[in-house]
């Protein structure tokens, strides 16, 4: 089973949820991450979103990169972090609507979506890191 998670920039919750769930699966689980906007291609992960990996032991080398028309035939789970992300991704590949979902479908706490830490602090990517490591330990 191949994962992409996706999120606008691909530089703080996509790279996070990419590198929990790469840590937490077996070799028949692989996962990957990209943005719905090119504002970061190339670009490595948000320093706040490397330091809340790394406080919970968890090494993360992504480069960003845009979602490309090839990932909708690649990927068999293609998980946005928000509603807009859901609906670009949904415009990009209008028939694949089968593999995409919300991130948080997967959250026992419940549907809605992962927050965007960009503007917040330390708290906020901590929070993050727990929805998304609640969601991919379902």
């Keep these: 089973m191949k994962v992409l998670f996706v999120c606008l920039g691909n530089i703080c919750r996509s790279p996070m949820?990419?590198?929990?769930?790469?840590?937490?699966?077996?070799?028949?689980?692989r996962a990957d991450s990209c943005g719905t906007a090119a504002y970061h291609i190339g670009d490595e992960p948000d320093p706040r979103t490397l330091k809340v990996l790394k406080k919970?032991?968890?090494?993360?080398?992504?480069?960003?990169?845009?979602?490309?028309?090839?990932?909708?035939?690649?990927?068999?789970?293609?998980?946005a972090m928000d509603k807009a992300n859901l609906q670009d991704i949904l415009?990009?590949?209008?028939?694949?609507?089968?593999?995409?979902?919300?991130?948080?479908?997967?959250?026992?706490?419940?549907?809605?979506?992962?927050?965007?830490?960009?503007?917040?602090?330390?708290?906020?990517?901590?929070?993050?890191?727990?929805?998304l490591e609640r969601s991919i330990e379902t």
Excluded at 17 to 29: C, G, P, R
Excluded at 57 to 78: P, T
Aim: proline share 5%; net charge negative.
């Design 17 to 29: 949820a990419e590198a929990i769930f790469n840590h937490k699966a077996n070799q028949l689980l």
């Design 91 to 131: 415009r990009a590949g209008k028939n694949y609507s089968h593999k995409v979902k919300l991130m948080r479908e997967y959250d026992p706490q419940g549907p809605g979506e992962v927050p965007d830490p960009y503007y917040g602090g330390d708290k906020d990517f901590q929070e993050v890191f727990d929805i």
């Design 56 to 79: 919970h032991g968890i090494v993360c080398d992504h480069v960003g990169r845009q979602l490309a028309k090839e990932d909708f035939e690649k990927f068999d789970l293609i998980l």
